[in-house]
């Protein structure tokens, strides 16, 4: 195995990494591998059912394909590997929060940043980039920049024009102390019953969450403007969320921060059409979950819920809701060294059999 000595730091969501490791197959049965068909990813970390860790990369995102090969980024770049570990394409990126796979997998969706002059500073502007997977090339860009003007005018009272401080901005880079908006999520939106009563909810078009706006967007399949918008408020209030997505029954899943006035943090559904929010799932008491930062949620096959929990250290939890949220498994993250800074981001269960069987690793 190879070892780097190394932090990674993206955006206020850090994963804080002893010895991180470059790559390691672990030695264990290949039974203990592959046989089970569910695998939890965190960042670029792969463990089994049994909560075992079975494969691990040095970057902060990760992506499988089945024929062994995978998409990174540590932060700052973004690439692709084949299964031989050979270097495919590299482009340096700015990456945050998000990779994730549109609907057939031969694209990425990439939250960025760049920095333009606003209100005589200079100042932090997230971006949304489409990236062919073969090549590793921009085919779609949007740009808060570029954007700006819209979303004052599409932001709740008083926020349009406003910008937000954040300390961790600052430390990655000093000359850079505020920010336009902070996204922390983007989907492309799936097949879903809300779509038969609103075309704006159409396969295709993209969802995304505007934090320190305090409202979801959502953007057409051009990723050229935004074509609704809705305000956290509409939902309970004007807190911060995470992980926005929207399911097949055209709800949209949301991870429910709550960071600046609340006092714990809620996993909730949005019914667009019928303006519903249902809360799926607090704490008892309530305050035992409260992750003021960060945050991934998942809605499972079996109608589970796998979600993150920076609270009390870096945890993955699975719960039943058929059982009054009863929770049937979990994982403590427990390769950080600084311990008050347990932060990540999103947890997704994957079946990645094929994607081990292939990875011949170094």
């Given at each position: 195995?190879?070892?780097?000595?190394?932090?990674?730091?993206?955006?206020?969501?850090?994963?804080?990494?002893?010895?991180?490791?470059?790559?390691?197959?672990?030695?264990?049965?290949?039974?203990?591998?592959?046989?089970k068909k569910e695998h939890t990813v965190v960042g670029c970390r792969i463990y089994n059912s049994k909560g075992q860790r079975v494969w691990v990369?040095?970057?902060?995102?990760?992506?499988?394909?089945?024929?062994?090969?995978?998409?990174?980024?540590?932060?700052?770049?973004?690439?692709?590997?084949?299964?031989?570990?050979?270097?495919?394409?590299?482009?340096?990126?700015?990456?945050?929060?998000?990779?994730?796979?549109?609907?057939?997998?031969?694209?990425?969706?990439?939250?960025?940043?760049?920095?333009?002059?606003?209100?005589?500073?200079?100042?932090?502007?997230?971006?949304?980039?489409?990236?062919?997977?073969?090549?590793?090339?921009?085919?779609?860009?949007?740009?808060?920049?570029?954007?700006?003007?819209?979303?004052e005018r599409l932001s709740p009272k008083g926020r349009g024009d406003s910008t937000i401080h954040i300390p961790e901005l600052v430390r990655r880079?000093?000359?850079?102390?505020?920010?336009?908006?902070?996204?922390?999520?983007?989907?492309?939106?799936?097949?879903?019953?809300?779509?038969?009563?609103?075309?704006?909810?159409?396969?295709?078009?993209?969802?995304?969450?505007?934090?320190?706006?305090?409202?979801?967007?959502?953007?057409?399949?051009?990723?050229?403007?935004?074509?609704?918008?809705?305000?956290?408020?509409?939902?309970?209030?004007?807190?911060?969320?995470?992980?926005?997505?929207?399911?097949?029954?055209?709800?949209?899943?949301?991870?429910?921060?709550?960071?600046?006035?609340?006092?714990?943090?809620?996993?909730?559904?949005?019914?667009?059409?019928?303006?519903?929010?249902?809360?799926?799932?607090?704490?008892?008491?309530?305050?035992?979950?409260?992750?003021?930062?960060?945050?991934?949620?998942?809605?499972?096959?079996?109608?589970?819920?796998?979600?993150?929990?920076?609270?009390?250290?870096?945890?993955?939890?699975?719960?039943?809701?058929?059982?009054?949220?009863?929770?049937?498994?979990?994982?403590?993250?427990?390769?950080?060294?600084?311990?008050?800074?347990?932060?990540?981001?999103?947890?997704?269960?994957?079946?990645?059999?094929?994607?081990?069987?292939?990875?011949?690793?170094?």
């Amino acid at each position: 195995m190879i070892l780097l000595n190394n932090t990674l730091k993206t955006g206020l969501c850090l994963l804080l990494i002893n010895s991180t490791v470059l790559f390691v197959r672990f030695a264990q049965a290949e039974s203990s591998r592959i046989t089970k068909k569910e695998h939890t990813v965190v960042g670029c970390r792969i463990y089994n059912s049994k909560g075992q860790r079975v494969w691990v990369y040095k970057a902060r995102f990760c992506l499988f394909l089945e024929d062994g090969s995978f998409i990174s980024s540590n932060g700052y770049n973004l690439e692709k590997h084949s299964k031989e570990f050979e270097l495919l394409w590299s482009r340096d990126l700015k990456v945050h929060h998000q990779v994730n796979w549109n609907s057939d997998k031969t694209k990425l969706l990439v939250i960025s940043e760049d920095y333009h002059e606003y209100k005589g500073e200079k100042i932090k502007f997230d971006t949304l980039i489409i990236a062919d997977s073969e090549t590793g090339a921009t085919q779609q860009k949007y740009s808060l920049y570029e954007d700006r003007a819209n979303i004052e005018r599409l932001s709740p009272k008083g926020r349009g024009d406003s910008t937000i401080h954040i300390p961790e901005l600052v430390r990655r880079t000093p000359s850079i102390k505020n920010q336009f908006s902070h996204l922390n999520s983007f989907y492309e939106i799936p097949d879903n019953e809300s779509a038969k009563k609103d075309p704006v909810f159409s396969k295709g078009n993209f969802v995304i969450n505007l934090n320190y706006k305090f409202m979801i967007a959502i953007l057409d399949s051009k990723l050229e403007r935004v074509i609704r918008v809705i305000h956290h408020s509409e939902l309970d209030n004007d807190e911060s969320m995470h992980d926005v997505q929207v399911l097949s029954s055209g709800e949209l899943l949301i991870y429910y921060n709550r960071s600046f006035r609340g006092d714990h943090s809620s996993l909730v559904k949005y019914d667009p059409i019928k303006k519903i929010m249902t809360t799926l799932f607090e704490s008892e008491p309530k305050t035992v979950f409260n992750a003021k930062v960060c945050g991934g949620i998942q809605e499972l096959d079996n109608g589970n819920l796998l979600y993150s929990d920076v609270t009390q250290g870096a945890w993955v939890y699975e719960i039943d809701p058929s059982k009054s949220n009863k929770r049937v498994w979990s994982l403590r993250i427990d390769d950080i060294v600084d311990k008050t800074k347990q932060y990540i981001q999103q947890a997704k269960r994957e079946d990645l059999t094929q994607f081990l069987q292939q990875n011949l690793g170094l």
